[in-house]
């Protein structure tokens, strides 16, 4: 839509629709959305209602500024901090090795659907560690029903995408309840553990005048986290290992950066580390460079706070104002040959600030974006070492609701590599 409105009215940033029931202002160049993205005085969150009803009202979009501070704070160090992304990385690895030979000898497989249950089972241990497979397996499957009705209009009638959602999120919140409701009488029982997960962080976090999270609160940050931190990272590692397939250059250059990572490690050392990750520049760039091509998240919402002039244009107050990340990482001006998927891109042109926003920018940055990097990271490692992926329909048709995906989940096989002699 917004290309077109470009096409039409020239390369301005901004323009006047009608979206998701209200006036809108969609901005569409770097230098205007870092503008909008950084000013949360003019702009807060604005999220359309179908969004906040279902992701909660208590959840980060739907929260003030103040609240948003206390929550951020609490939790960014346990999802993102040096430490905890050291702990973490032990798991996400043991996961990724298992769960790919397990896929080698499966045979057909819905890649996507795979790889969304082993990030979705990744990010349920951060957040609540000893969940059974019956939960996960409960909780993964509402998620996608959940989805499908974040950016559907409100029609609350059965056979509509938001009527399932919402049933979706009654169900995502009576199990979550339970899991709340246990993990309290256990704490009463036996005390605080010595170690904790997020859901612990959480019923122990207070403000400075004592107050808790309240089990709302804490069940809305549980499904804002659980959903964000599984659907995107999901999708990027689909992706990119389609684009890799695509592009033999770019494989064989990311496979070549990680054997040379696994050659200079001491004859002792079997696991990854946080200093080898920081080493993977090519496939750092390789995942910086599909976030850009793929765009899992179109858009960011926010709201004009009261009326405010910029660029020239009047927003008046209460309009939406929607920061339209797949304009600016598609286009031509800051991105040479958009189209084109090249990581080696980033050798040329750096990204500047308000060019590469998959994650958005400012205090509304994702709160889990060095964890999902990661994720993906250690992933891609192994894959590249070991595997290949052979897609039975490889140009099937794409979809592009709620995310971009071939319409047959990336059915196809994992080949293990066969050992060098």
């Known amino acids: 839509m917004t290309m077109e409105h470009q096409c039409r009215y020239g390369r301005i940033g901004l323009y006047k629709s009608f979206m998701f029931g209200s006036p809108s202002i ?10 909008v993205l950084m000013d949360d005085e003019r702009f807060p969150t604005g999220w359309p209602q179908t969004a906040v009803e279902l992701m909660g009202r208590k959840s980060f979009i739907g929260i003030s500024c103040e609240e948003h501070k206390r929550l951020r704070k609490l939790t960014s160090a346990p999802v993102n901090g040096h430490e905890a992304l050291s ?20 045979g057909e497989i819905e890649y996507l659907s795979q790889v969304r249950k082993l990030t979705f089972r990744i990010i349920m241990y951060i957040f609540l560690s000893e969940a059974s497979d019956d939960l996960m397996n409960a909780l993964e499957k509402e998620y996608s029903t959940l989805n499908y009705g974040v950016r559907a209009m409100q029609i609350n009638i ?17 199990l979550l309840q339970s899991v709340v409701d246990e993990r309290r009488a256990r704490r009463e029982k036996c005390g605080p553990p010595a170690k904790k997960d997020m859901m612990d962080n959480l019923m122990d976090s207070e403000d400075e005048n ?3 999270l309240t089990d709302e609160e804490i069940i809305d940050v549980l499904i804002m986290y659980l959903n964000a931190g599984h659907e ?7 992706w990119i290992t389609v684009l890799l397939e695509q592009h033999p250059d770019v494989f064989q250059k990311a496979k070549a950066e990680q054997e040379e990572i696994v050659r200079n490690r001491p004859p002792t050392q079997k696991e990854m580390t946080l200093k080898e990750y920081r080493q993977m520049d090519y496939l750092n760039k390789v995942i910086d460079e599909a976030m850009r091509f793929i765009n899992i998240s179109l858009m960011v919402f926010r709201e004009a706070k009261t009326d405010v002039n910029i660029n020239g244009y009047l927003i008046p107050k209460g309009w939406k104002v929607q920061v339209w990340l797949r304009n600016v990482h598609k286009d031509p001006v800051v991105h040479p040959d958009s189209n084109k998927f090249d990581p080696s891109r980033w050798d040329k042109y750096p990204p500047k600030a308000g060019t590469l926003i998959p994650f958005g920018m400012g205090s509304r940055l994702c709160p889990g974006n060095d964890l999902a990097k990661l994720e993906i990271a250690v992933y891609m490692h192994h894959y590249l070492l070991n595997y290949r992926l052979q897609r039975v329909n490889p140009n099937c048709r794409i979809k592009n609701l709620p995310h971009r995906r071939p319409i047959d989940n990336c059915l196809g096989r994992i080949k ?3 050992p060098r002699l």
């Open 232 to 238: 995107s990272s999901g999708h990027i590692i689909m």
């Open 416 to 418: 293990k590599n066969s």
């Open 26 to 35: 969609l901005v569409t160049i770097p230098e205007l959305c870092k503008q």
């Open 158 to 174: 059965p056979g509509f995408a938001y009527y399932k959602a919402l049933k979706a999120r009654k169900i995502l919140v009576r």
């Open 210 to 212: 004592g107050r808790k």
């Open 87 to 106: 702990v973490y990385l032990q798991y996400i690895e043991q996961q990724v090795v298992s769960t790919l030979e397990k896929w080698s000898n499966m």
